[in-house]
């Protein structure tokens, strides 16, 4: 099978996606049909009391119906026409294992409290592990929190990489993360391993003690600061908001306990002032691009976010099968990694693990031109992050001998420079040249310019996840997460290179719809509540807006209802999930729709400023309890989580107002109201089944995690008020 003259990677089509196509014709068919009955079968102004009024209210659900429409239209492209890829490794090594390319593995951290140093610190190990020649990789740490503690870390690290990196390559042992390695492994059982896994063990665990010992303290004790020089780095230092730029190189022409090289290792904190706006994560892309240029130069960049540490050591050589392909691999700009995360329980409580995202919308992607670049486990090509054009003139042609082009050695004190707040002015840096400023998304927007040049991306899912990062753990911080992130992809919208023009003609028409699909994310929110809003308040009313059971016009509704309904949790439990989780992500859907995007929205409309709330990524114990138990966790009081339990409130209020009515009423009205207000009834009652988990936070829950009193008292007030005054207009 393994000839040696073949490719180095293959692409295949998803299978079905012939049944596929009819499935989606039949949906399209019905949601034309329901566009139909909103545009003919209007009530007329005569029919109930307050007429206009109705009117209205069915003239927002035709608007509704529209978007959701139009909306589902664009998730069909990144279900069209999936694809999916393999790669030959023992090929590459066979025709290149002398000309592998070098390669520069950016990890970003930005604050050592919600990001602890041993975390960061395991992740850069296990990216200095990669089955890779260790001479052509060298680990770059960006620390934006320019915290002493981090560097304490990697002095640390140094240091024991020299044991870990031989034990790694003497035992294959995997996932090179020595936190999550040690965390799992059982006791081997051969005795030199044995032997030898004792010993590393111990080292760990003496490391992990020191390193912890300071986080804790807050500070690094004088007396080690004489352990190395790089701590008079911080004797100018003031605040991690204003400092000068801090380059400590920790690992250079070195080697491991067996006499092997190690990878170079870097410590980057760059220049901070008050009066110089930073630009984030993409500033500090920036000048890591520009410093690792001076030291290493590798014409291939990985970058990680410093909690996705690298869970497959084969990674860097599959993700070069892509670039190095003798036929197809001119135009591929970058490889994507999913997001894999470690810490999502079995039904994923706050949809942590975005599964139908990663299983089924980036294959569709890669389909048509490739996924999004989605800030971390992606291998860009340096040129092209610098922001080289693609023309099939200038092909790149692969010749690693001659790729990797030797700096002149120049000062730390130039490298400074590099990282200081002033070298970009007057530059096309953040503009023309590396990643964009200007948005809370640097990656997507990054990514999106990159094809927009002309340049193809790869989605590469392996079996083995490549990288395992953490995910939110309580409801407020995925609500937040989710805000950034629709807010940066808003903000793309309505940008320069929005995709719904710049995009247009420069990028396959499949590529522009998925774009679409996330940047329309914020927007969607207007009629998710609207449709979680009125037609709920209309059957505490009893005014109908949908058709009654015994029309014609009820049988798209119907199918629509339950083939989306079934198709979806399909879907789910197709990308590996739970039926539990697929109900669990339905809520964390409605919330995220009706919270984040909403206040994405109006953020976006009034103009605030860029921000970049960073996710953290510990928690304390008692969280973790419930966290593992999949229990949400409220806690504090946010406008989102008060929004989101004032609109389960209002749901909960109408439901239970129509039960009441519904009971006191003669069978002939029982009748009527069946036939007519069926939908409202599976809307509104699917609405409060959802919300379950939020009643008993609101009403019955008694551990820290429950909605706060404030909160409850707030939105039962809201939903009464909204309720009764619709009731009697
Ligand atoms: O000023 C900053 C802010 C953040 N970071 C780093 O950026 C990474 C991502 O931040 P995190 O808080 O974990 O955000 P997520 O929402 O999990 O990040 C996702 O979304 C971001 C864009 O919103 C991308 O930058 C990330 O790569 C992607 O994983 C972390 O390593 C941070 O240390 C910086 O280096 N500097
Ligand atoms: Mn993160």
Redesign the pocket.
């Known amino acids: 099978m393994d000839d040696e003259n073949g490719r180095l990677f293959e692409t295949e089509k998803g299978k079905g996606r012939k049944i596929h196509r009819v499935f989606a014709t039949t949906v399209l068919v019905s949601i034309i049909w329901i566009w139909i009955y909103r545009a003919t079968q209007q009530p007329p102004l005569a029919a109930v009391s307050g007429g206009r009024r109705w009117r209205w209210s069915w003239m927002g659900m035709f608007m509704a119906e529209v978007w959701f429409g139009v909306y589902w239209m664009l998730t069909q492209s990144v279900r069209w026409n999936p694809t999916y890829r393999r790669t030959f490794k023992q090929r590459l090594s066979l025709r290149y294992e002398n000309q592998l390319p070098w390669v520069d593995i950016f990890v970003?951290?930005?604050?050592p409290k919600i990001?602890p140093p041993m975390m960061v610190v395991s992740t850069v190990l296990s990216v200095m592990a990669y089955d890779y020649p260790p001479e052509k990789l060298a680990v770059y740490l960006?620390d934006?929190g320019g915290s002493e503690l981090t560097f304490y870390a990697l002095t640390q690290a140094a240091i024991f990489s020299k044991q870990w990196l031989p034990y790694c390559r003497n035992y294959k042992v995997e996932p090179r993360s020595p936190v999550a390695y040690f965390r799992s492994a059982s006791h081997p059982s051969n005795t030199k391993h044995s032997h030898d896994y004792v010993i590393v063990k111990k080292l760990f665990e003496e490391m992990k003690n020191r390193i912890e010992n300071v986080t804790k303290n807050g500070r690094v004790p004088d007396e080690l600061h004489v352990e190395h020089e790089g701590f008079t780095e911080w004797d100018s230092f003031t605040s991690s908001r204003d400092h000068g730029a801090i380059v400590q190189i920790l690992l250079d022409d070195n080697d491991d306990a067996e006499g092997h090289s190690l990878p170079k290792l870097v410590y980057l904190a760059r220049e901070k002032r008050p009066d110089h706006f930073?630009n984030?994560?993409a500033?500090?892309m920036n000048a890591l691009i520009r410093v690792s240029s001076k030291i290493s130069n590798g014409p291939i960049i990985l970058n990680v976010?410093?909690?996705?540490y690298s869970n497959s050591s084969d990674t860097v050589r599959d993700a070069l099968c892509f670039f190095m392909d003798e036929e197809k691999g001119h135009d591929i700009a970058f490889v994507q990694y999913p997001?894999c995360f470690e810490n999502v329980t079995k039904n994923e409580v706050y949809g942590g693990s975005m599964r139908v995202l990663r299983e089924v919308d980036f294959h569709g992607l890669d389909g048509s031109g490739g996924p999004l670049y989605?800030?971390?486990g992606c291998f860009h090509r340096r040129d092209i992050l610098l922001g080289k054009s693609f023309d099939n003139e200038s092909r790149i042609k692969w010749k690693m001998e001659n790729d990797h082009k030797e700096t002149p050695k120049i000062t730390i004190e130039e490298i400074k420079n590099l990282a200081s707040c002033t070298f970009e002015i007057d530059t096309e840096w953040g503009k023309e040249m590396g990643l964009k400023y200007g948005c809370?998304?640097?990656?997507v927007i990054t990514g999106l310019s990159i094809h927009c040049r002309g340049w193809k991306s790869v989605f590469y899912n392996p079996k083995r996840e490549a990288f395992l990062?953490v995910a939110a753990t309580t409801l407020d911080q995925t609500l937040v997460?989710h805000k950034?992130?629709s807010e940066?992809d808003l903000l793309i919208l309505i940008s320069k290179y929005s995709p719904a023009w710049y995009g247009l003609g420069k990028v396959n028409p499949g590529l522009i719809m998925g774009y679409l699909i996330y940047c329309l994310w914020s927007p969607s929110s207007v009629p998710t509540l609207y449709y979680s809003i009125v037609p709920s308040l209309c059957l505490l009313k009893g005014v109908p807006l949908f058709p009654s059971v015994t029309s014609g016009w009820f049988l798209p509704f119907a199918y629509i209802i339950v083939s989306i309904t079934a198709f979806d949790c399909l879907e789910f439990l197709r990308s590996g999930g739970t039926t539990r989780g697929w109900w669990n992500d339905r809520r964390i859907w409605l919330y995220k729709r009706t919270s984040s995007y909403l206040f994405a929205l109006l953020d976006t409309i009034l103009g605030s400023d860029l921000s970049?709330?960073?996710?953290s990524?510990v928690m304390d114990s008692e969280v973790q309890e419930r966290f593992e138990k999949e229990m949400m966790e409220f806690g504090g009081s946010s406008p989102l989580s008060t929004t989101v339990a004032t609109l389960s409130m209002l749901n909960l209020v109408c439901f239970l107002g129509f039960v009441m009515k519904w009971v006191l009423m003669d069978t002939v009205t029982r009748g009527v109201c069946y036939e007519t207000m069926a939908i409202h009834v599976v809307l509104c009652g699917a609405l409060v089944a959802l919300n379950v988990p939020l009643y008993l936070a609101l009403f019955v829950r008694k551990d820290k995690g429950k909605i706060p009193d404030s909160v409850t008292v707030k939105s039962v007030i809201l939903a009464l008020f909204i309720s009764t005054v619709f009731y009697f207009l």
Do not use: N, Y
């Open positions: 970003c951290t930005a604050d990001e960006s934006d930073h984030l994560k500033g500090a976010d410093c909690d996705m997001q989605v800030g971390t809370p998304v640097e990656d990062g997460q950034r992130w940066g970049f709330v960073i996710s990524k």
